[in-house]
């Protein structure tokens, strides 16, 4: 069930929907209620090393500085 990013055509309010696979209409805008909204494009939750965040993967040990200085 992924979220998606959503713009009300009405009042231009932005907001998140976490969509089911059998919700077949757009969700209502919860700031005015208008039913006409734009899904938008939104960054992924991905981190630099490509590994999207919560997959459990490997993630980087943190940079520590050298020893001698």
Known sequence: MPIFEY???ACRHR?????FSSDTEPPAC???G???VEKQMSAGAIRPNGIPTGSGG???PACKPSAGG
């Open 15 to 19: 907001f998140e929907q976490l969509v």
């Open 58 to 60: 490997f993630s980087p």
């Open 34 to 36: 208008s039913g006409n």
């Open 7 to 9: 713009q009300c055509k």
């Open 30 to 32: 919860p700031a005015c």
